[in-house]
């Protein structure tokens, strides 16, 4: 089953402008993760967020996670062409596996 | 370093044909290793994961199975093949803590 659900489904932008992706789930977490996957790919992990963090930082990515709304946001500043993907949430409940939301398709155009 | 391999890369099948995709790790020992399937355009559906050999959970119920008969080597298999299994493949591993998870390459899987 896919807990989180990714919003927007698609993200148009141009290069240099920030993209922001939000994330939602229904039960409670060990931690949250974001995913990247460029066209006929695998997944890269791009970030992790615990449970009792609220904001984490990597480069120009900004991860924010509200437990009590049960949401995360995934920031990219400075946009670039090559940021072109998909990105998913996916959260851990009991450090086994991940459920995997549905996915932002995020377009940067030069 | 921790490598993860997956075969084929693509495969064209017919309905009723039986399938074998494998997945090794090299790199590390005693992982947590998961099948996962990607409908076009779509979400990851985790088929089934495995804390250890021989040990398999199956989480959506349908003419798929998984084995691993080595600690660092997890296939999926059907039996005979339909048309809705047709999609992306991807293996994943992960260790015993609670980080990331490492994805291989992806099978594209046609099934006509």
């Known amino acids: 089953s896919q807990q989180g659900e990714e919003d927007p489904q698609a993200l148009s932008i141009q290069e240099g402008e920030n993209a922001t992706m939000n994330c939602s789930y229904k039960?409670?977490?060990?931690?949250l993760q974001w995913y990247r996957q460029n066209s006929g790919r695998g997944l890269v992990h791009l970030i992790l967020i615990r449970s009792n963090e609220r904001e984490k930082h990597s480069g120009r990515l900004r991860v924010t996670l509200d437990t009590s709304k049960k949401s995360s946001s995934l920031l990219i500043t400075a946009s670039r062409a090559a940021d072109t993907a998909s990105y998913f949430c996916?959260?851990?409940?009991?450090?086994?596996?991940?459920?995997f939301g549905t996915g932002t398709r995020l377009l940067v155009s030069p | 370093s921790q490598t993860i391999h997956q075969w084929p890369a693509t495969l064209v099948q017919p309905v009723g044909s039986p399938l074998s995709l494998e997945c090794t790790v090299e790199?590390?020992?005693?992982?947590?290793l998961y099948w996962y399937r990607q409908a076009a355009g779509r979400g990851l559906q985790l088929l089934f994961y495995s804390v250890g050999i021989g040990q398999i959970s199956s989480e959506v119920p349908q003419n798929l199975s998984a084995s691993r008969p080595q600690d660092r080597q997890f296939i999926l298999s059907s039996k005979k093949l339909l048309l809705s299994d047709s999609g992306f493949y991807l293996c994943?591993?992960?260790?015993?803590?609670?980080?990331?998870?490492?994805f291989g390459p992806g099978t594209r899987l046609t099934v006509l």
């Open positions: 039960t409670s977490i060990n931690n």
């Open positions: 996916a959260t851990d409940e009991r450090f086994q596996k991940l459920v």
């Open positions: 790199g590390t020992s005693n992982p947590n």
């Open positions: 994943a591993w992960r260790g015993r803590d609670e980080g990331e998870q490492f």
